[in-house]
């Protein structure tokens, strides 16, 4: 059953280790031993996983426990040429944090899974080690573009980069994948599997568009084309949208956490019976765009490494109202996409902001949101702050009394749950 296995990344799975539980791979509907647990597991086998063009192994559910053990022992994998480092980064020091800043500020997170061996690139490609960047050796020992690039880059456990001016670069190297013709070749699996990278990819470079520049009709225009097109794909593929879509980052970035959201708003929605056209598009386009006020707070506040004071809580409270003003010139936009902006952190007793709503005042989409924000910002790491496993996350919201609308709740959870089970 298929139920009965979950995935796991290559790249999770640490060369030179010894994993004390089986692991599989999938042939079409059958999950197929590939290596008993005790034998260690070498580069070659990583080599050959690749040919193969396999990302993942799988492990049965009950080993999950073994599993869970297995990643707390091991480091995270060193990239080559890394400095060792040990332990958090100190972000008590002023020149760590400056140097945070700087990283947030001046990098784009990229997808590995779409920087395959042997892909020509036209933007150098860097890893996020700790608190620093490292550009890959191949960039540094050749000065110019093209660049070819290898295959342990494709496998790499660290959060790789591309500097925020290369970001319409990687948008034509997206697109043209997209057109590429050596698609066609794929079984069915993994071109739904690559198509859901590229469609995340393509989603995280449009909603950043409109965060650089809220008020343009192009970029607002350039991401309903976008959203609308990676709804159609949520709906195309709705019982397993969660592993193909929602591949978290290391970090809380604005970008990837308002993909997260619009995705989740689909899947969601889906879950409730809402219909495709408009509902499931405005949900989609009202989470992509509910953040769009942290556009104009201080990135120093959006990106502060660790808890806000009181102070900056006040601060960051005025990215909803912010968000509305930045997107009432658009007059096209639907009140329910609105309403998402708007309300994504109202409660239902009435302790939410910016206009503490309470009950019925909070609307449907309103609810919607509120309920798939808090799940991803719990769910996704943060520097000061270890992500939650889902239902951790979900065992949080559940216990908070009368703020979220309890029958939504409910519902969410049997969505996610039916998404984990089949993942």
């Given at each position: 059953?298929?139920?009965?296995?979950?995935?796991?990344?290559?790249?999770?799975?640490?060369?030179?280790?010894?994993?004390?539980?089986?692991?599989?791979?999938?042939?079409?509907?059958?999950?197929?031993?590939?290596?008993?647990?005790?034998?260690?597991?070498?580069?070659?086998?990583?080599?050959?996983?690749?040919?193969?063009?396999?990302?993942?192994?799988?492990?049965?559910?009950?080993?999950?426990?073994?599993?869970?053990?297995?990643?707390?022992?091991?480091?995270?994998?060193?990239?080559?040429?890394?400095?060792?480092?040990?332990?958090?980064?100190?972000?008590?020091?002023?020149?760590?944090?400056?140097?945070?800043?700087?990283?947030?500020?001046?990098?784009?997170?990229?997808?590995?899974?779409?920087?395959?061996?042997?892909?020509?690139?036209?933007?150098?490609?860097?890893?996020?080690?700790?608190?620093?960047?490292?550009?890959?050796?191949?960039?540094?020992?050749?000065?110019?573009?093209?660049?070819?690039?290898?295959?342990?880059?494709?496998?790499?456990?660290?959060?790789?980069?591309?500097?925020?001016?290369?970001?319409?670069?990687?948008?034509?190297?997206?697109?043209?994948?997209?057109?590429?013709?050596?698609?066609?070749?794929?079984?069915?699996?993994?071109?739904?599997?690559?198509?859901?990278?590229?469609?995340?990819?393509?989603?995280?470079?449009?909603?950043?568009e409109i965060l650089d520049d809220?008020?343009?009709?192009?970029?607002?225009?350039?991401?309903?084309?976008?959203?609308?097109?990676?709804?159609?794909?949520?709906?195309?593929?709705?019982?397993?949208?969660?592993?193909?879509?929602?591949?978290?980052?290391?970090?809380?970035?604005?970008?990837?956490?308002?993909?997260?959201?619009?995705?989740?708003?689909?899947?969601?929605?889906?879950?409730?019976?809402?219909?495709?056209?408009?509902?499931?598009?405005?949900?989609?386009?009202?989470?992509a765009l509910h953040d769009v006020?942290?556009?104009?707070?201080?990135?120093?506040?959006?990106?502060?490494?660790?808890?806000?004071?009181?102070?900056?809580?006040?601060?960051?409270?005025?990215?909803?109202?912010?968000?509305?003003?930045?997107?009432?010139?658009?007059?096209?936009?639907?009140?329910?996409?609105?309403?998402?902006?708007?309300?994504?952190?109202?409660?239902?007793?009435?302790?939410?902001?910016?206009?503490?709503?309470?009950?019925?005042?909070?609307?449907?989409?309103?609810?919607?949101?509120?309920?798939?924000?808090?799940?991803?910002?719990?769910?996704?790491?943060?520097?000061?702050?270890?992500?939650?496993?889902?239902?951790?996350?979900?065992?949080?919201?559940?216990?908070?009394?009368?703020?979220?609308?309890?029958?939504?709740?409910?519902?969410?959870?049997?969505?996610?749950?039916?998404?984990?089970?089949?993942?």
């Amino acid at each position: 059953m298929k139920s009965d296995y979950f995935p796991v990344p290559l790249k999770k799975i640490v060369i030179d280790s010894y994993p004390d539980f089986d692991l599989f791979i999938k042939r079409q509907d059958r999950f197929v031993l590939y290596r008993k647990g005790g034998y260690k597991f070498k580069q070659e086998n990583i080599d050959n996983l690749i040919e193969n063009k396999i990302d993942s192994l799988y492990v049965a559910k009950e080993d999950v426990k073994r599993y869970e053990e297995y990643r707390k022992r091991m480091p995270d994998e060193a990239e080559e040429e890394a400095p060792e480092e040990n332990g958090q980064v100190d972000f008590t020091n002023a020149h760590e944090i400056e140097q945070y800043h700087e990283i947030m500020d001046n990098f784009f997170v990229v997808n590995h899974n779409l920087l395959q061996k042997g892909e020509e690139v036209d933007f150098p490609v860097y890893y996020h080690a700790g608190n620093n960047v490292h550009l890959f050796s191949e960039f540094e020992k050749k000065p110019e573009a093209p660049w070819e690039l290898a295959d342990r880059i494709s496998v790499s456990s660290k959060e790789l980069l591309i500097r925020r001016q290369d970001i319409h670069k990687y948008q034509a190297f997206i697109n043209r994948l997209m057109s590429a013709e050596k698609e066609a070749e794929d079984n069915h699996e993994l071109k739904v599997m690559r198509k859901a990278v590229v469609l995340r990819e393509m989603s995280k470079v449009v909603i950043q568009e409109i965060l650089d520049d809220p008020r343009s009709g192009e970029k607002l225009k350039n991401l309903k084309d976008q959203v609308y097109e990676t709804t159609d794909f949520v709906l195309e593929n709705v019982d397993s949208f969660y592993s193909l879509m929602v591949i978290h980052s290391h970090d809380f970035y604005t970008y990837t956490h308002s993909l997260n959201v619009s995705t989740f708003c689909v899947g969601f929605g889906s879950a409730l019976g809402l219909f495709k056209s408009p509902d499931l598009e405005w949900l989609a386009l009202g989470g992509a765009l509910h953040d769009v006020g942290k556009s104009r707070v201080d990135t120093k506040l959006i990106n502060k490494p660790s808890k806000l004071t009181p102070e900056e809580f006040e601060e960051m409270k005025k990215h909803v109202l912010i968000g509305i003003d930045l997107l009432k010139e658009h007059h096209d936009l639907p009140k329910e996409v609105l309403e998402i902006v708007a309300q994504h952190h109202e409660k239902l007793t009435g302790t939410g902001y910016p206009n503490s709503l309470k009950g019925d005042q909070v609307s449907y989409f309103g609810r919607i949101s509120a309920i798939v924000d808090v799940y991803d910002a719990l769910t996704t790491e943060r520097p000061y702050k270890k992500a939650l496993t889902p239902f951790e996350a979900l065992n949080i919201i559940a216990r908070i009394q009368g703020e979220f609308d309890e029958k939504l709740v409910k519902k969410f959870i049997v969505m996610l749950g039916k998404q984990l089970a089949g993942a």
